[in-house]
T-cell receptor, first 107, second 113 residues
Framework: KNEVEQSPQNLTAQEGEFITINCSYS?????LHWLQQHPGGGIVSLFM???GKKKHGRLIATINIQEKHSSLHITASHPRDSAVYIC?????????FGTGTRLTIIP | KAGVTQTPRYLIKTRGQQVTLSCSPI?????VSWYQQTPGQGLQFLFE???????NKGNFPGRFSGRQFSNSRSEMNVSTLELGDSALYLC????????????FGEGSRLTVL
């Protein structure tokens, strides 16, 4: 079992839908990162969480430390949100990544 | 403010050769970390440097090495290249070690023939 599990692996939705991507991890962590990767490889950091909830525009990230679970929500999804979303956990001076969720938003 | 700069962006090598990749972090950032991304294994942590010290290393053979200079620029080196080393190599910089926001470079895409 991977230390970091993401679901779903692939997600296709219509423009405007509410999107949820989940991340579960099996060890105690110092921080959790949500990353976005567009075709071509560039990675952008969306959030870094150690507790609670953060919001940036249409994106919301939550983390439950006790349940070792985090969610990334996208409200009013748009085709430009199409990308791979990656969860990564930081523990013992090392980042461990999930396998990513490929999101496709259809106009 | 300039972002994270990685050079070269693309390179092709043959088996047995060695390669050096460079990463210039955002000014003021002292933490630089390196990652390998392949279709089969996804993103994997290579190593992290902070103030010229390697803080941790991922599960990679000794052929993979790195260093950080006093100006926080970092290099990674892969010796005796193997076909399986073909990958996108990404670096990221951060103000603080581990729990700060990460800023990624565009990556260096290495092809080993």
């Amino acid at each position: 079992k991977n230390e970091v599990e993401q679901s779903p692996q692939n997600l296709t939705a219509q423009e405007g839908e509410f999107i949820t991507i989940n991340c579960s991890y099996s060890v105690g962590i110092s921080a959790l990162h949500w990353l976005q990767q567009h075709p071509g490889g560039g990675i952008v950091s969306l959030f870094m969480l150690s507790s609670g909830k953060k919001k940036h525009g249409r994106l919301i990230a939550t983390i439950n430390i006790q349940e070792k679970h985090s969610s990334l929500h996208i409200t009013a999804s748009h085709p430009r949100d199409s990308a791979v979303y990656i969860c990564a956990v930081y523990k013992a001076e090392k980042l461990t990544f999930g396998t990513g969720t490929r999101l496709t938003i259809i106009p | 403010k300039a972002g994270v700069t990685q050079t070269p962006r693309y390179l092709i090598k043959t088996r047995g050769q060695q390669v050096t990749l460079s990463c210039s972090p955002i000014s003021g950032h002292r933490s630089v970390s390196w990652y390998q991304q392949t279709p089969g294994q996804g993103l994997q942590f290579l190593f992290e440097y902070f103030s010229e010290t390697q803080r941790n290393k991922g599960n990679f053979p000794g052929r993979f090495s790195g260093r950080q200079f006093s100006n926080s620029r970092s290099e990674m080196n892969v010796s005796t290249l193997e076909l399986g080393d073909s990958a996108l190599y990404l670096c990221a910089s951060s103000l603080v070690l581990g729990t700060g926001e990460l800023f990624f470079g565009e990556g260096s895409r290495l092809t080993v023939l």
